[in-house]
C-alpha cells in the first residue's frame, strides 16, 4: 500500500510540474516516505494516515541556501530558506528560452516572461513556507481533476498553512490522509530539512 501512494502521489506531481512548467516556481521532486501508514487517532475505523516528504530544487536562474537557526535553537531548525538569482545569460544564448534576471531590465522581463520566484513565493529574499504550501495545494487541486480514477476515488485538498493535506476516500468509504512536507536537500548530504 505505501509503495501505491508513492506512486499515486509522484503521479499528481508529475502532473504539477506540467502545470506549472513554464513558471519560475520550486521544482517538485519525487517523494520521499517517512515512516509508512499508521492509524489517526480518534479517526473513523478504516482510516489511514501517509506522511510523505516532497524535495524541491530551485528553479532555473535560481538557487537555495539554508540558513541555520540561530545558536540557542535547535540544530535541525532553519530559520529560513534565503533565494538569490543567477545568471543565466549562457542559457539565454545558448537556448534562447528565458532572460537573465540579472542582465535585464524589470520592464523586459516583465514583457517577456514568468516573474522570479522571488516575485510570487517569496518575502523579502526567503522562501515563505506559507504561500508555498498555498501554491502546491492549488496545483494539487487541479491536478486531482485531470487524474481517471477521479470518478470511483474522491481527492480532496484540506485547509493547511504549512504543508499540503489530502484526503482520499474511495467508494467504499474507506479513506487514506496524505500530508506532503515540502523540504529541501542539504548540500553534500542526503538530508533533507523541511521548510516551514
Known sequence: ??????????????????LS????????QPVVGLGGFREICNALPGEFFYLLLVPLKAPPGHSFHLERGTEGE???????????????????RCLGDVLCFLHHSDYELWLQQEPSLLQTLCSDSYLDAQKTA?????????ACKSEPWAATHKLTVLPTTCSCKMKLTSTFRRSLCIELILAVQEEDSSTFVPIG
Open 134 to 142: 498555498f501554491w502546491l495545494q492549488a496545483l494539487m487541486s487541479t
Open 1 to 18: 500500500m505505501c509503495s501505491l501512494v508513492e506512486e499515486l502521489v509522484n503521479k499528481l506531481l508529475r502532473t504539477c510540474q506540467m
Open 74 to 92: 535547535m540544530p535541525q531548525t532553519i530559520s529560513r530558506l534565503r533565494v538569490d538569482l543567477e545568471c543565466m545569460c549562457t542559457r539565454e
Open 21 to 28: 512548467r513554464h513558471q519560475f516556481t520550486p521544482q517538485l
